[in-house]
């Protein structure tokens, strides 16, 4: 999940967030972190397992998709 008093989040313009691939911090609730990630360091879609059933997840992904010519 998102760690409770152990993880801090660190607002970023969606063109930043897109291009590293950021996993917003809301949407952390319930996932599993695949790999060590150094502190400081930006958690990416590739650093963790999620559930992409649900609506939060689609809603980001079509997000993602729709802003992509920002890139």
Do not use: I
Not at 21 to 26: H, Q, R, S, T
Not at 47 to 68: L, P
């Amino acid at each position: 999940g998102e760690g409770g008093y152990t993880v801090w989040g660190k607002l970023l313009p969606a063109s930043t967030s897109l291009k590293k691939g950021a996993v917003p911090l809301g949407l952390a609730h319930q996932v599993k972190v695949l790999r060590d990630v150094s502190k400081g360091s930006v958690v990416t879609w590739n650093d963790v397992s999620m559930d992409t059933s649900t609506r939060a997840y689609a809603f980001r992904k079509e997000f993602e998709k729709e802003c992509s010519n920002w890139l």
